[in-house]
């Protein structure tokens, strides 16, 4: 039984907008290495010094935005689990991923977005329907829809 990562991520909404970020490196046990670019959700490992899952992707968010602008809306009881393949198991050290996902809304300004992680070579607001076409993992573009209508309650109330 390897380890396995725990992480955080958010789907992130300013009106009809949601945000999403373009991913050029990974955490590796050797530093940060270059992978292909992927656009994605905002995600992350949880590190220790986090006190609880709550401040794990309020300061994910500031890492991969350089914003504070933040509202958690809700924790999303269904979780974005994977297994990593095998050449990236040997490096980052861990097995799989459980990510806990956030309904969060963006309260700042969009020009405002600048990544503090070098991982990170862009942010943006997208609609919803081009976020489907942009996001690079299948796994990600399931668990949205299976979501959405989480968020389009919870914009309307």
Same mark, same amino acid.
């Given at each position: 039984?390897?380890?396995?990562?725990?992480?955080?991520?958010?789907?992130?909404?300013?009106?009809d907008?949601l945000l999403?970020?373009h991913?050029?490196k990974? *955490?590796?046990k050797?530093g940060?290495?270059?992978?292909?670019g992927e656009?994605?959700f905002i995600?992350?490992?949880?590190?220790a010094?986090?006190?609880?899952l709550q401040?794990?992707?309020?300061?994910?968010?500031?890492?991969?935005?350089?914003?504070?602008?933040?509202?958690?809306?809700?924790?999303?009881e269904?979780?974005i689990?994977?297994?990593f393949p095998a050449?990236?198991q040997?490096?980052?050290?861990?097995?799989?991923?459980?990510?806990?996902m956030?309904?969060?809304e963006?309260?700042g300004d969009? *020009?405002?977005l600048?990544?503090n992680d070098?991982?990170?070579?862009?942010?943006?607001?997208?609609?919803?329907?081009?976020v489907?076409?942009m996001?690079?993992?299948?796994?990600?573009?399931?668990?949205?829809?299976? *979501?959405?209508?989480?968020?389009?309650l919870?914009?309307?109330?």
């Open positions: 039984m390897g380890m396995i990562r725990k992480a955080v991520g958010a789907i992130v909404f300013q009106g907008k999403i970020v991913k050029t990974i *955490n590796t050797e940060k290495q270059s992978i292909k656009w994605d995600k992350g490992g949880v590190e010094a986090d006190r609880d401040h794990a992707i309020i300061r994910e968010l500031g890492e991969e935005t350089g914003s504070s602008e933040f509202r958690i809306v809700k924790q999303l269904e979780k689990c994977f297994d050449t990236v040997e490096q980052i050290g861990y097995v799989s991923q459980e990510t806990t956030f309904l969060v963006f309260i969009i *020009n405002s600048w990544p070098s991982e990170i070579s862009k942010a943006t607001l997208l609609d919803v329907n081009r489907e076409e996001l690079t993992h299948q796994d990600t573009v399931d668990y949205f829809w299976r *979501n959405v209508k989480e968020i389009k919870t914009k309307n109330r």
